[in-house]
């Protein structure tokens, strides 16, 4: 797959081929393109067809949570849990569709406790059903922080759809090289999709921003981010 870098000078190169007194900024580019592959992969949440896509989940090995008292809980419907966690940074910013966000695995950090997904209304409904059992863990985001409830852990292992890869790798517990700029992350979707979204973006592009009259004072600086 390509990095966002490789997909935003092959645009740039297009239009410049076709328009050279046009000025079109890699931050405009990636914006269109990243907006375009977010429709196309929510679509595929709505209709539940994304497993038949590859390179398209991020992992976040290392995830590092800490203990909350419940009583400050601003959750109120966690409350009463026997155990509150919260994460200690803000995760990347994930996609929804009705089925909720696309997180689709949070384990601990060996891969053998699943800890399944949960909302304040469904954790009510199911702490009335018989044979209930109050020490499952489950979890829940809210504000792009995620909680772990009922279960004590201090890290966890999160497979999860974002575009934002830069800021995957940052909210892990393990070293990042802060020089590694956002160009340099790979583009997220499966081949057919990045193909489909790099088409639609040439279309908006040269549909609307190619109509617009050249501005005479242009920041050229492509790789203004």
């Not at 081929?17 to 907006?35: G, M």
């Not at 849990?81 to 009705?98: A, F, Q, T, W, Y």
């Amino acid at each position: 797959m390509a990095t966002k870098k490789e997909l935003s000078d092959r645009i740039l190169t297009e239009f410049r081929q076709t328009s050279k007194d046009r000025h079109l900024s890699r931050r405009y580019v990636l914006h269109v393109f990243e907006s375009k592959m977010k429709d196309l992969i929510v679509k595929k949440l709505r209709d539940r067809s994304l497993h038949k896509e590859g390179n398209i989940y991020t992992d976040i090995d290392c995830y590092e949570l800490e203990r909350i008292e419940s009583k400050i809980c601003d959750i109120i419907e966690f409350r009463n849990c026997n155990v509150i966690m919260k994460g200690k940074k803000r995760l990347p910013e994930l996609l929804h569709s009705k089925y909720g966000n696309s997180i689709k695995i949070v384990t601990n950090l060996n891969n053998t406790i699943k800890i399944n997904k949960t909302t304040p209304s469904k954790l009510i409904r199911d702490s009335k059903r018989l044979g209930y059992d109050k020490k499952e863990p489950v979890f829940y985001v809210k504000d792009d922080f995620l909680y772990v409830l009922n279960k004590e852990i201090e890290a966890v292992y999160i497979l999860t759809l974002t575009l934002d890869k830069k800021s995957a790798n940052e909210c892990g517990c393990g070293e990042f090289d802060e020089c590694i700029s956002e160009l340099d992350y790979d583009v997220v979707g499966s081949d057919k999709m990045y193909e489909i979204a790099y088409s639609q973006t040439i279309q908006e592009i040269a549909n609307t921003y190619m109509n617009v009259r050249p501005d005479e004072n242009p920041d050229n600086n492509e790789n203004r981010l």
